[in-house]
């Protein structure tokens, strides 16, 4: 069997979903190639389980300050090249493709014939059992024309149907595992990194470790500026009290499942960051704020920290799912993966 697996490279939390599946393929022994759209080449990086991934223009939407700017997301798309990328990529010799949410290889695998397994936080939004806080028929359509599929399987953090599953959050080995109290984990990339110095500078008594796509490694008093890096991120992760973020679901659960608690700040026009958020503050798991609010961040470093949510690390139950073509029965998988999940 040969799979092609489609990610989206818009953001880290694709990526992420996608080492924990690379892994466990390499472990069962299944042949998969990788393809990614979604951001320019050099911005990739901590690649090696992808071994040689190919990469593709694809779509992404630009931001301003912490807003989606529809009006460069537009002048940005290049659909004929999308087009042209679309019709160059022959998935003829795979048995299917697995997406998440990647647009090229399901329209690649629509065009050839070839079945087409979506499996991402986008797909839980399909259901009308899953909290969207706004009227939905346009953003479903907009999900299963963007990346279409035969079969849909949503990830969320609680079940609210049949074909939803858990996230696979990975478990590592940290340095340094025990919590700082004083210790923040900032990530905020849609933001404007001077904006982002600016909020936190008045809180001296808090350290905070502010991951940024435009940072130099350095320290600003109070303030640890660093470059995107994978294995320095999870380790700042792993022992920072709370964590300050725009609300991609990827980094939540994350948090969620070291028990860390969360101060999140939507990017502005993202519906599912929106619905994120929200989700998230009826389950009493997050703070939220609509900007850079210093009242919001003051009230967040008196909260409590959350309780741990034991979400699993290993995905052999999806993957043999997968390879056994058992589509139809979501709910067999459903119910083996939310099993032993503590909500």
Same mark, same amino acid.
Request: proline share 6%; aromatic share 12%; glycine share 6%.
């Given at each position: 069997?040969?799979?092609?697996?489609?990610?989206?490279?818009?953001?880290?939390?694709?990526?992420?979903?996608?080492?924990?599946?690379?892994?466990?393929?390499?472990?069962?022994?299944?042949?998969?190639?990788?393809?990614?759209?979604?951001? =320019?080449?050099?911005?990739?990086?901590?690649?090696?389980?992808?071994?040689?991934?190919?990469?593709?223009?694809?779509?992404?939407?630009?931001?301003?300050?912490?807003?989606?700017?529809?009006?460069?997301?537009?002048?940005?798309?290049?659909?004929?090249?999308?087009?042209?990328?679309?019709?160059?990529?022959?998935?003829?010799?795979?048995?299917?493709?697995?997406?998440? +949410?990647?647009?090229?290889?399901?329209?690649? =695998?629509?065009?050839?014939?070839?079945?087409?397994?979506?499996?991402?936080?986008?797909?839980?939004?399909?259901?009308?059992?899953?909290?969207?806080?706004?009227?939905?028929?346009?953003?479903?359509? +907009?999900?299963?024309?963007?990346?279409?599929?035969?079969?849909?399987?949503?990830?969320?953090?609680?079940?609210?149907?049949?074909?939803?599953?858990?996230?696979?959050?990975?478990?590592?080995?940290?340095?340094?595992?025990?919590?700082?109290?004083?210790?923040?984990?900032?990530?905020?990339? +849609?933001?404007?990194?001077?904006?982002?110095?600016?909020?936190?500078?008045?809180?001296?008594?808090?350290?905070?470790?502010?991951?940024?796509?435009?940072?130099?490694?350095?320290?600003?008093?109070?303030?640890?500026?660093?470059?995107?890096?994978? =294995?320095? +991120?999870?380790?700042?992760?792993?022992?920072?009290?709370?964590?300050?973020?725009?609300?991609?679901?990827? #980094?939540?659960?994350?948090?969620?499942?070291?028990?860390?608690?969360?101060?999140?700040?939507?990017?502005?026009?993202?519906?599912?960051?929106?619905?994120?958020?929200?989700?998230?503050?009826?389950?009493?798991? =997050?703070?939220?704020?609509?900007?850079?609010?210093?009242?919001?961040?003051?009230? /967040?470093?008196?909260?409590?920290?959350?309780?741990?949510?034991?979400?699993?690390?290993?995905?052999?139950?999806?993957?043999? /799912?997968?390879?056994?073509?058992?589509?139809?029965?979501?709910?067999? #998988?459903?119910?083996?993966?939310?099993?032993?999940?503590?909500?």
């Amino acid at each position: 069997m040969k799979i092609l697996y489609g990610i989206q490279g818009t953001g880290n939390g694709h990526i992420t979903r996608a080492r924990v599946m690379a892994n466990c393929f390499k472990k069962l022994g299944v042949d998969v190639d990788y393809v990614f759209s979604g951001r =320019a080449e050099q911005d990739y990086f901590d690649m090696q389980e992808f071994a040689q991934y190919r990469r593709f223009r694809g779509l992404s939407f630009n931001t301003t300050n912490g807003q989606v700017n529809n009006l460069q997301t537009l002048k940005n798309a290049r659909i004929c090249k999308l087009i042209t990328d679309i019709k160059s990529l022959n998935v003829k010799p795979y048995d299917f493709v697995l997406n998440d +949410f990647e647009p090229i290889s399901a329209w690649a =695998a629509k065009r050839a014939g070839v079945p087409v397994v979506g499996i991402s936080h986008q797909a839980a939004f399909l259901s009308n059992s899953v909290p969207m806080f706004s009227k939905g028929i346009l953003r479903k359509s +907009f999900i299963k024309y963007y990346a279409p599929a035969n079969i849909y399987l949503g990830v969320h953090w609680q079940p609210f149907a049949d074909n939803i599953i858990p996230p696979f959050i990975a478990n590592h080995q940290h340095e340094n595992p025990v919590a700082v109290i004083n210790k923040v984990l900032v990530y905020l990339p +849609f933001e404007n990194l001077d904006s982002i110095i600016d909020y936190l500078k008045d809180f001296p008594e808090k350290e905070f470790y502010c991951y940024h796509p435009n940072a130099q490694n350095q320290s600003i008093r109070h303030i640890h500026l660093r470059s995107p890096s994978r =294995a320095s +991120f999870l380790n700042d992760l792993s022992n920072t009290s709370g964590v300050i973020g725009n609300a991609g679901f990827e #980094l939540a659960s994350e948090a969620l499942k070291l028990g860390k608690k969360l101060l999140l700040k939507p990017l502005n026009g993202q519906f599912e960051q929106a619905a994120n958020a929200q989700t998230l503050l009826a389950m009493r798991m =997050a703070h939220v704020m609509n900007y850079l609010n210093p009242q919001a961040l003051d009230d /967040w470093n008196s909260a409590p920290q959350n309780k741990k949510i034991n979400y699993p690390s290993d995905p052999t139950p999806l993957i043999r /799912w997968l390879v056994k073509k058992q589509w139809g029965d979501t709910q067999s #998988l459903h119910k083996g993966l939310w099993g032993s999940v503590n909500l």
